[in-house]
């Protein structure tokens, strides 16, 4: 077990907020995670992945915690279908490599989001059209009220866009493992964003999750910000969903049709990037911090040392113009500690 007192977590979020914690514990098993006298800690106590979804305000006054549980075990090989059990501390992009390269469809659509294994099913990631909870047969927990070990089938865990019960009860369960189901049938996901035009020219028909996480690997490289180049944590607020009403309003007024989804129950969702970009917000700076060139949706640390308040300061502006503009309050995707 690690354990580091007034510790920097600098390489520990994708921001790269120059924060410290009063304590950092590394645990790599969960023997060691139940055995922590967790009351003796500095309070509050918070577990942590890569820090790829959170924006420290400023120092942590408590205990940080961090998962050194790594393992992939493969533990049914079905003609069809494969489980695999997965340490929280994997990093999730690991993870869909070895899925990948073995020939299993369900993960290559979540190709290179950033984070651990743990967070994933917290978070319910997603992207190019599939979210983990497609591929979770169930998540083990550490239950911190009494530290006993908790299995969550799917069904009971909540599911919604980047949402989970583990949001609802925060802090109560700790992720220790996550069990996904993946495929060998021959199953791409194809419909989503730019992806058909990025595999242009391939024969689909011999297409295998290696290629589809080769094309999504391109097309994300092209347009986020590589956390270990400029720091960032990915896109910054949720996209708003609004009234049918209100989103002609907005379409009225702009005098052009925004871009949208129509969703099952009649509302739209309208991308927030959208709004942020006809506000010429794209390439705005506060201090050291930026409204991302090739994607106005992420805010980026471009000096290397902004600050929290850079940050928070451009986030604010990007709120009040929102609100201003087009009567709609963003609200963020990052997680403020
Ligand atoms: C460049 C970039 C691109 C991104 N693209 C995407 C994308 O396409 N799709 C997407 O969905 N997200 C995306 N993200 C956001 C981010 O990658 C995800 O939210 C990811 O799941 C965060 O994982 P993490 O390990 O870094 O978790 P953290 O940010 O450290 O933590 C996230 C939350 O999970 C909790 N947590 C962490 N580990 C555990 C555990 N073991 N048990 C219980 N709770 C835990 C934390 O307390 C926190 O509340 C992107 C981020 C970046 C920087």
Request: proline share 5%.
């Amino acid at each position: 077990m690690i354990r580091i007192e007034n510790y920097d977590l600098s390489a520990h979020n994708t921001f790269r907020m120059k924060v410290k914690c009063a304590l950092y514990i590394e645990y790599s098993s969960v023997e060691e995670l139940q055995n922590l006298d967790y009351t003796s800690l500095p309070q509050p106590v918070m577990h942590i992945g890569g820090g790829s979804n959170l924006l420290f305000t400023g120092d942590f006054p408590g205990t940080v915690l961090h998962s050194g549980v790594k393992y992939i075990k493969y533990v049914d090989m079905g003609l069809d279908e494969v489980l695999m059990t997965v340490g929280s501390g994997v990093v999730f992009d690991d993870f869909v490599a070895e899925t990948c390269k073995n020939g299993l469809w369900g993960a290559e659509n979540l190709s290179l989001i950033p984070g651990e294994v743990g967070a994933s099913a917290v978070q319910n990631i997603g992207a190019y059209g599939v979210e983990v909870k497609d591929i979770i047969a169930g998540v083990v927990c550490l239950d911190t009220k009494d530290w006993s070990k908790t299995v969550f089938k799917t069904p009971e865990l909540g599911y919604g866009y980047r949402d989970s019960m583990f949001k609802h009860n925060k802090g109560r369960y700790i992720v220790t493992s996550v069990l996904f189901r993946l495929t060998r049938k021959y199953s791409p996901k194809l419909e989503y964003g730019n992806i058909k035009a990025a595999l242009e020219g391939s024969d689909l028909s011999a297409l295998t999750p290696q290629h589809l996480r080769d094309a999504i690997i391109r097309i994300r490289r092209e347009k986020l910000p590589d956390p270990d180049e400029i720091g960032s944590a990915g896109s910054f607020f949720k996209n708003p969903v609004m009234p049918r009403a209100q989103y002609e309003a907005i379409a009225k007024t702009e005098g052009v049709e925004p871009p949208h989804f129509d969703l099952p129950d009649g509302e739209v969702k309208v991308p927030a990037a959208w709004m942020i970009d006809r506000l010429g917000f794209r390439g705005a700076t506060k201090g050291g911090a930026k409204v991302y060139d090739k994607q106005p949706l992420v805010i980026v640390n471009a000096s290397g040392d902004a600050a929290p308040a850079d940050i928070i300061s451009l986030e604010n502006e990007i709120i009040a113009g929102v609100k201003e503009r087009f009567g709609v309050t963003l609200s963020p995707e990052v997680e403020h500690i």
